[in-house]
């Protein structure tokens, strides 16, 4: 089988020429960077993942994670990974000097896990659930904490995991009961369960390291009193030793796809003797959480696109292999005294594959596109450009989670179609995408979650700023398109969608604003399909523009069929994709309340 499973010359267009990454390391954080050694350290972790992680791709569905004699068992290339993963310095890249990293951009972090990711999607989750942990304690964490845990995470030898839903509670942080009760020596005794814990236990690591929400013993209730915890599995002693530190697991949940990336049911405190210690302020915990939170939604959305794109080549690659059928002569005939034709000439195969390509590459384009944002965040002058930049990151994260993930579970599935029959056999990898991209929807918070947080809290968020300039970001690219003769027609489209999307929320705002939350919030996941569609759609024009100026003004890196196939998926999407923001704005507008509790209850 190919190891093609994306395309670095499209990656590269996206993050130098679509969203300027070469113009973001001119800023003094990056200064130690130049497009060169970006290109370098792109290339090297090309080849680890070649190399060291696609070869076991498969290896790890067919033979997964198991639970045995109280641990939970993983391939041996995982401690493989972890330590190549730390020489290639992806865990923690983007850490001060002063906490252990390089002040990487995070664009190019999330170029290096979209790498990664495509190659093989159960081993990235490893190393970068250690990096989430260990930047929690690099942020919040005491010098002590610090001097303790970052060295041996950062290098790799010990894991680290985010530990939040409990049995009872599910996604209602309100209603977790793990209890952390203080005692004289500063440490606190922590008690109680957490589950759907990823990388949540395994054998090749020395340790790991889990950030755990708990409530300390009297704090109040719901949110506002649940605090950050470390808790290692293993407790480091004062002669440099590693005792037991009664972290139980009791067993990992055996999941429909990625079957090589470990899912642990936890139990603190079975014998009295597990012990943590408090990260950040008490009863803060969940508003240090949200900072690794909102990076792992990022994350999962990168995992769906990943996954979409290594989908798509495969696809790709069959269509280019398999005859079947004669092409339509004249007349509307067959020639069968013809050979047969590849399938990639049938124009249904065609759609389904511009589809796929489509979603794949708007997805990663719009990853870019947030982590830019965070970046500038990061490094803005003022405050006010502070703040411009995370509102446009806070209303991006749900969207970035969700579209490549849904969407990207939609073509996987037509990547299927496109294979038949060998497409929905275990022969084949599609299957496999396929199992594995349906978990992206659910991990980091349902689509019901996310659309909750869209609508709910981003789009009014600061008045509705966060929206406005959004609206704004987008409207330039309408306009620069709009001097373009042949972007102008897509440029009108986008904007038609936009004023669709401003007729909804003129119909929905009057629920809220008389209370009526729930009839506001109802179809939440509709409003987050229609807006996720029309911010790709955004990201596309602004593809296409870029591949247009670069035909215009010369293009020495890239052939002009490259260019011209970006403007070709644009269209491609406005055809096919875009078109559906008309439908789901009727249904959003419409006044029938039917999934609303009321006295006159369906049957269901």
């Not at 113009?23 to 003094?28: K, P, Q, T, Y």
């Amino acid at each position: 089988m190919s190891t093609q499973y994306m395309c670095m010359d499209t990656l590269r267009f996206l993050l130098y020429d679509v969203h300027q990454l070469s113009d973001l390391i001119a800023v003094e954080r990056f200064q130690e960077f130049d497009q060169v050694a970006l290109d370098i350290f792109l290339d090297a972790v090309k080849d680890f993942s070649d190399q060291e992680c696609f070869p076991y791709f498969r290896e790890m569905d067919e033979k997964p994670v198991a639970f045995a004699d109280g641990r939970i068992i993983v391939h041996l290339q995982i401690g493989t990974l972890m330590e190549k993963a730390a020489e290639l310095g992806l865990i923690g890249p983007c850490f001060d000097y002063e906490d252990g990293g390089i002040q990487l951009p995070f664009m190019a972090y999330q170029a290096a896990y979209f790498i990664l990711d495509a190659a093989n999607n159960h081993v990235s989750g490893y190393p970068g659930m250690t990096s989430g942990a260990a930047d929690l304690i690099a942020t919040f964490g005491n010098d002590t904490i610090k001097a303790t845990y970052l060295d041996p995470m950062l290098a790799g030898k010990w894991a680290g995991t985010m530990c939040l839903t409990e049995p009872q509670a599910g996604s209602s942080l309100s209603d977790i009961t793990t209890t952390a009760y203080p005692t004289e020596e500063g440490h606190y005794i922590i008690k109680g369960q957490k589950i759907w814990i990823s990388g949540g236990d395994q054998q090749v690591s020395e340790n790991i390291i889990h950030l755990l929400l708990a409530r300390i013993d009297g704090a109040p209730a719901g949110t506002r009193g649940i605090s950050l915890f470390v808790v290692p599995r293993l407790r480091p002693t004062k002669d440099g030793s590693l005792e037991y530190n009664d972290v139980l697991t009791a067993g990992d949940f055996q999941k429909l796809g990625q079957r090589g990336f470990s899912t642990a049911h936890l139990v603190f405190g079975e014998q009295e003797n597990c012990r943590g210690w408090l990260i950040g302020e008490a009863n803060k915990g969940l508003q240090c959480m949200f900072q690794l939170m909102n990076s792992a939604r990022i994350s999962v959305g990168r995992h769906g696109a990943s996954i979409s794109t290594a989908a798509y080549y495969a696809s790709l690659q069959y269509a280019r292999e398999r005859p079947q059928g004669r092409r339509l002569s004249a007349d509307g005939t067959k020639n069968l005294d013809k050979d047969q034709t590849l399938i990639i000439n049938h124009p249904d195969v065609r759609r389904m594959l511009l589809f796929q390509k489509a979603i794949a590459e708007g997805s990663l384009s719009l990853i870019l596109q947030a982590a830019r944002y965070y970046d500038l965040g990061k490094v803005a002058e003022t405050e006010a450009d502070r703040t411009k930049y995370h509102l446009l990151t806070e209303i991006l994260t749900p969207m970035v989670k969700t579209f490549p993930s849904e969407m990207g579970r939609e073509s996987v599935s037509t990547g299927l179609q496109v294979l038949g029959g060998m497409g929905y056999s275990r022969e084949h990898i599609l299957q496999q995408y396929y199992r594995d991209i349906r978990i992206m929807a659910i991990y980091e918070g349902t689509t019901g979650i996310q659309s909750l947080d869209l609508l709910g809290r981003k789009v009014s968020m600061h008045n509705g700023q966060a929206m406005q300039l959004l609206l704004t970001e987008i409207g330039q690219v309408i306009e620069a398109a709009s001097a373009y003769d042949d972007l102008a027609p897509y440029a009108h489209q986008l904007q038609d969608t936009l004023n669709l999307n401003k007729d909804v929320l003129q119909t929905l705002a009057p629920f809220a604003k008389q209370g009526n939350y729930e009839r506001f919030l109802a179809d939440a996941t509709i409003y987050m399909d229609l807006l996720g569609t029309v911010v790709v759609g955004w990201q596309w024009l602004k593809i296409a523009l870029r591949a247009k100026e670069a035909l215009l003004n010369g293009h020495s890196d890239r052939t002009a069929a490259f260019y011209e196939s970006k403007i070709h998926t644009m269209k491609g999407y406005f055809k096919y994709v875009l078109p559906r923001v008309s439908g789901l704005a009727i249904t959003l507008k419409s006044q029938d309340d039917l999934t609303l509790v009321s006295a006159k209850e369906w049957t269901f």
